[in-house]
């Protein structure tokens, strides 16, 4: 009963570096969604996957680069990350119809 | 304006306490409505949707006043285990948008 799978939890990145998060959910869901959590600043959106194939941006995307790989997959790329991408990213996915939307465990991102 | 807006809290109340949280949204369109519970260090799990008639799980009592733009989230007879983070999220439905959340309102339920 896997849900949304995040990897990885934790990482440490220098200023500069590249990386990929992973996400993958095994619901069957259409949308899939990145949001990242800051003190005082709630969840906000980075990107957003309607359906495979698809992407839109959010509230925050510069600086992050997504992925729709399949109907499972939603990837979520830093391709020089700075210390102002220090934050918990969380990936979710949401059924069709009811919108109710799942969340992966987190990935806590540093860049140092 | 924020499209969601809630009181951060920290609401503070003792067991057995009833307490309430309010939340407002901007956009008039928005069409689906839910309240997640996040512990700390932890990923937002959903606890409710809400409906403008009401609905009821538990200790746990949800309502949507469209007219106002308002939502609320009532729990009956605290637990300590009831002590985290409550998020009002909406929904408008409509393509390049996705789940938008409060900032949260923080509970701590005392002995």
């Known amino acids: 009963n896997a849900g949304v799978t995040q990897t990885p939890k934790f990482q440490v990145l220098k200023t500069g570096q590249s990386m990929t998060l992973q996400c993958a959910q095994d619901?069957?869901?259409?949308?899939m969604y990145w949001y990242r959590q800051d003190p005082g600043m709630g969840l906000r959106l980075i990107y957003y996957s309607a359906s495979e194939g698809t992407t839109d941006k959010g509230e925050v995307p510069n600086g992050y680069n997504v992925s729709r790989l399949n109907k499972r997959e939603f990837s979520l790329r830093l391709e020089s990350a700075a210390p102002s991408q220090t934050s918990v990213y969380f990936c979710?996915?949401?059924?069709?119809?009811?919108?109710?939307?799942?969340f992966g465990q987190g990935t806590r991102l540093t860049v140092v | 304006r924020k499209e969601v807006e809630q009181d951060p809290g920290p609401f503070n109340v003792p067991e057995g306490a009833t307490v309430a949280f309010n939340c407002t949204y901007s956009n008039s369109a928005s069409q689906s409505f839910f309240w997640y519970r996040q512990d700390c260090r932890k990923e937002p799990k959903l606890l409710m949707s809400?409906?403008?008639s009401g609905n009821e799980d538990g200790r746990f009592t949800a309502q949507l006043n469209r007219a106002s733009q308002y939502i609320s989230l009532l729990i009956r007879d605290s637990k300590l285990s009831d002590s985290a983070t409550y998020l009002c999220v909406v929904n408008l439905h409509q393509a390049g948008t996705a789940l938008i959340f409060g900032k949260g309102t923080t509970l701590s339920v005392s002995s």
């Open positions: 809400v409906y403008s």
């Open positions: 979710a996915s949401s059924e069709k119809g009811s919108w109710k939307a799942f």
């Open positions: 619901m069957n869901h259409n949308s």
